[in-house]
């Protein structure tokens, strides 16, 4: 029975270098690899030896015979992509090994962001070099947008984590979260010129955690977020907001957005609370979804279906959802379902709207209506909730170059540049912060090793400067600047707190939502 890859691929892609006969496409070098959501398997090649599940860091891995019932779809999926890509054929492909030139001892790496970006950029460096690593996170809590970001109904996809926590506990990685990097000194931040002068290079991997607006009138109201709101909300994020939803109102949400997180958040959202209760959604949002009970979400999208953003895989796994039905309109000029009264209490849908876009939201005092176009005809949508999940931009850091108008820091190949334009010697920026939103934990996995190497090239050819500080002097200056520093064994015990709360309810963790829980648990102090 062949094996089959599900929706929880993260294309870490470890799993195509220990297949013997080079089923899973698309390999690394091929089209569609970043782009595509999950690899696939070739049921007609696949000598069913399991290697791959065996390297697979999230789980997402199993025979046929074994899928249960709402990933079967995986095994159309995988065998259709061999349908569609006929020129994609197995075999054997010549192996090419990095070459490893020798390097000066007693290199100093820091990593800022503890994500897949992050990640993976900290395993390159400890496979590649001797380097000694400090990785630096804002919050107490290591994972970035896999911790923050990844639907709670996901949970396998998380457990990349599990790799990257291999790596932290290497003797010459040292953990400091709590930390931030910044201008504000008198905040506590450390400051990215200071990071320079202590470290032979400093890779920025700090995601794009800001959202684009709509510019619509209403988008304001209260009512209106973004999808990074709402996510980082029901992730638990420490200081997220919860949205506004009158316990009375008309059960239904807008989301604008056709990409992978419309479909996350309109899949939380439209879920029964009692599927969520199972998984580490916060307790905020669990309490408010049971308490208000959205039971339709319209999605918006200025395009047809076939200009969607989304997966197909992420697509057909909305099919599955118990008790749930998927409506799609997709006529430019066709005329648009009622949805001018609320939804009914008695039916859950996913709602496409196609060639759809919005004009404004409207209310008195808070949203109760999206007013949208088709075919230049505008049409009243009742809804409690607008959510724009239209694309991400990056936070400036003080003290580092920023280009407002692209939301990213500017580099050329992950160099960060100055604004002059020239390079800036040791200091790196990768993934998301670099290139923009696009691209998932497998596309972050090759930027993190092209941009490593980008490094090593620099310090075999002399174009970083070696810091002046000595090797203590960091930890040093961390502990001068403020004690609420949280290292592995705090991050460790953070952990286990939350496992333990989780065990006692039937779910994987309950996760604090507040930054001084999780410094009590750690055993430190706010600072």
Same mark, same amino acid.
């Given at each position: 029975?062949?094996?089959?890859?599900?929706?929880?691929?993260?294309?870490?892609?470890?799993?195509?270098?220990?297949?013997?006969?080079?089923?899973?496409?698309?390999?690394?070098?091929? $089209?569609?690899?970043? *782009?595509?959501?999950?690899?696939?398997?070739?049921?007609?090649?696949?000598?069913?030896?399991?290697?791959?599940?065996?390297?697979?860091?999230?789980?997402?891995?199993?025979?046929?015979?074994?899928?249960?019932?709402?990933?079967?779809?995986?095994?159309?999926?995988? =065998?259709?992509?061999?349908?569609?890509?006929?020129?994609?054929?197995? #075999?054997?492909?010549?192996?090419?090994?990095?070459?490893?030139?020798?390097?000066?001892?007693?290199?100093?790496?820091?990593?800022?962001?503890?994500?897949?970006?992050?990640?993976?950029? %900290?395993?390159?460096?400890?496979?590649?070099?001797?380097?000694?690593?400090?990785?630096?996170?804002?919050?107490?809590?290591?994972?970035?947008?896999?911790?923050? !970001?990844?639907?709670?109904?996901?949970?396998?996809?998380?457990?990349?984590?599990?790799?990257?926590?291999?790596?932290?506990?290497?003797?010459?990685?040292?953990?400091?979260?709590?930390?931030?990097?910044?201008?504000?000194?008198?905040?506590?931040?450390?400051?990215?010129?200071?990071?320079?002068?202590?470290?032979?290079?400093?890779?920025?991997?700090?995601?794009?955690?800001?959202?684009?607006?709509?510019?619509?009138?209403?988008?304001?109201?209260? #009512?209106? *977020?973004?999808?990074?709101?709402?996510?980082?909300?029901?992730?638990?994020?420490?200081?997220?907001?919860?949205?506004?939803?009158? %316990?009375?109102?008309?059960?239904?949400?807008?989301?604008?957005?056709?990409?992978?997180?419309? +479909?996350?958040?309109?899949?939380?959202?439209?879920?029964?609370?009692?599927? +969520?209760?199972?998984?580490?959604?916060?307790?905020?949002?669990?309490?408010?979804?049971?308490?208000?009970?959205?039971? /339709?979400?319209?999605?918006? #999208?200025?395009?047809?279906?076939?200009?969607?953003?989304? *997966?197909?895989? /992420?697509?057909?796994?909305?099919?599955?959802?118990?008790?749930?039905?998927?409506?799609?309109?997709?006529?430019?000029?066709?005329?648009?379902?009622? %949805?001018?009264?609320?939804?009914?209490?008695?039916?859950?849908?996913?709602?496409? +709207?196609?060639?759809?876009?919005?004009?404004?939201?409207?209310?008195?005092?808070?949203?109760?209506?999206?007013?949208?176009?088709?075919? !230049?005809?505008?049409?009243?949508?009742?809804?409690?909730?607008?959510? $724009?999940?239209?694309?991400?931009?990056?936070?400036?850091?003080?003290?580092?170059?920023?280009?407002?108008?692209? !939301?990213?820091?500017?580099?050329?190949?992950?160099?960060?540049?100055?604004?002059?334009?020239?390079?800036?010697?040791?200091?790196?920026?990768?993934?998301?912060?670099?290139?923009?939103? *696009?691209?998932?934990?497998?596309?972050?996995? %090759?930027?993190?090793?092209?941009?490593?190497?980008?490094?090593?090239?620099?310090?075999?050819?002399?174009?970083?400067?070696?810091?002046?500080?000595?090797? /203590?002097?960091?930890?040093? +200056?961390?502990?001068?600047?403020?004690?609420?520093?949280?290292?592995?064994?705090?991050?460790? =015990?953070?952990?286990?707190?939350?496992?333990?709360?989780?065990?006692?309810?039937?779910?994987? $963790?309950?996760?604090?939502?507040?930054?001084?829980?999780?410094?009590?648990?750690?055993?430190?102090?706010?600072?």
């Amino acid at each position: 029975m062949p094996y089959v890859i599900t929706q929880s691929c993260c294309s870490d892609a470890g799993c195509v270098s220990v297949c013997p006969v080079n089923c899973i496409h698309p390999t690394p070098d091929e $089209r569609g690899f970043g *782009t595509s959501d999950i690899l696939h398997i070739d049921p007609q090649v696949c000598i069913d030896c399991g290697a791959c599940a065996d390297a697979c860091p999230v789980n997402a891995i199993f025979p046929a015979d074994r899928l249960a019932p709402r990933d079967q779809i995986f095994i159309e999926i995988n =065998a259709d992509f061999y349908r569609r890509n006929p020129d994609i054929s197995s #075999g054997w492909t010549d192996v090419v090994y990095p070459d490893l030139p020798r390097l000066p001892d007693g290199l100093r790496v820091a990593v800022v962001g503890t994500g897949p970006s992050g990640g993976y950029a %900290l395993r390159t460096i400890l496979n590649r070099t001797q380097a000694t690593v400090t990785v630096i996170d804002q919050l107490p809590t290591p994972g970035g947008l896999v911790r923050a !970001g990844v639907a709670p109904d996901h949970p396998s996809t998380k457990d990349v984590m599990k790799t990257f926590d291999i790596l932290y506990r290497d003797p010459k990685v040292t953990m400091a979260t709590n930390v931030q990097v910044g201008a504000d000194v008198a905040a506590g931040q450390i400051t990215p010129a200071e990071l320079a002068a202590h470290f032979d290079a400093v890779f920025y991997a700090v995601g794009a955690s800001q959202s684009r607006s709509l510019g619509i009138p209403g988008e304001d109201l209260p #009512g209106s *977020t973004s999808a990074t709101e709402l996510v980082a909300w029901y992730n638990a994020v420490p200081g997220a907001d919860g949205p506004q939803i009158p %316990l009375d109102g008309t059960g239904r949400a807008v989301v604008v957005g056709t990409g992978n997180v419309a +479909l996350d958040v309109a899949r939380i959202l439209v879920s029964p609370p009692g599927e +969520l209760a199972a998984t580490d959604i916060a307790d905020r949002a669990l309490a408010l979804l049971r308490e208000q009970n959205i039971h /339709e979400v319209v999605l918006l #999208g200025r395009r047809g279906q076939d200009s969607a953003a989304y *997966t197909a895989a /992420e697509y057909r796994a909305l099919s599955v959802i118990p008790g749930v039905e998927v409506i799609v309109h997709d006529e430019a000029a066709g005329a648009l379902p009622d %949805l001018s009264a609320p939804a009914d209490p008695g039916n859950r849908r996913i709602v496409f +709207l196609f060639h759809t876009s919005p004009v404004r939201a409207t209310g008195d005092g808070r949203v109760d209506s999206v007013i949208v176009t088709t075919g !230049g005809r505008e049409h009243p949508i009742a809804a409690d909730l607008l959510v $724009r999940s239209i694309g991400y931009r990056s936070a400036p850091i003080g003290g580092l170059p920023f280009d407002e108008q692209t !939301g990213r820091f500017p580099n050329t190949d992950g160099r960060l540049l100055a604004e002059s334009g020239a390079v800036l010697p040791g200091v790196y920026v990768r993934g998301w912060a670099a290139r923009g939103s *696009t691209g998932g934990i497998g596309a972050n996995k %090759l930027n993190a090793i092209d941009v490593v190497e980008k490094f090593i090239d620099d310090v075999v050819e002399h174009r970083i400067q070696r810091p002046a500080a000595g090797p /203590e002097a960091f930890d040093a +200056l961390l502990r001068q600047r403020h004690r609420g520093v949280v290292g592995y064994r705090g991050i460790r =015990a953070i952990d286990r707190r939350e496992r333990e709360q989780g065990q006692r309810e039937g779910r994987p $963790r309950v996760k604090f939502t507040e930054v001084s829980e999780m410094l009590s648990a750690a055993g430190r102090r706010k600072r």
